[in-house]
Nanobody, 121 residues
Framework: QVQLVESGGGLVQPGGSLRLSCAAS????????MGWYRQAPGKERELVAI???????NIADSVKGRFTISRDNAKNVVFLQMNSLKPDDTAVYYC???????????????WGKGTLVTVSS
């Protein structure tokens, strides 16, 4: 069974920084992409950033210039470096990965349980 485990969330003051990590483990043939989504209370889940197996990235306008996504393919880990954090960044952040467990099956989306990021003074 594939598992995604996030870490690095917590409480930070406005203007501060946090670094989130997500490690994928289990039966994995390949990971096509990994990314981060977030959801604030009462709001819809939204894309934060994604990174493809080739290193291409897509960053949401709301965090562009402040957040950076990267990955370590050898370790199946994706990172989200968050700088200049704002109160509006407060949300549960979910790790997402599109993973093929075998060469002959289509890749599927897997999700972590989420990690809470709270930006408050």
């Amino acid at each position: 069974q594939v598992q995604l485990v996030e870490s690095g969330g917590g409480l930070v003051q406005p203007g501060g920084s946090l670094r989130l990590s997500c490690a994928a483990s289990g039966s994995i043939f390949s990971i096509n992409l990994m990314g981060w989504y977030r959801q604030a209370p009462g709001k819809e889940r939204e894309l934060v950033a994604i990174i493809t197996s080739g290193g291409g990235t897509n960053i949401a306008d709301s965090v562009k210039g402040r957040f950076t996504i990267s990955r370590d393919n050898a370790k199946n880990v994706v990172f989200l470096q968050m700088n200049s954090l704002k109160p509006d960044d407060t949300a549960v952040y979910y790790c997402n990965a599109r993973i093929a467990r075998r060469w002959y099956v289509e890749a599927m989306d897997y999700w972590g349980k989420g990690t809470l990021v709270t930006v408050s003074s």
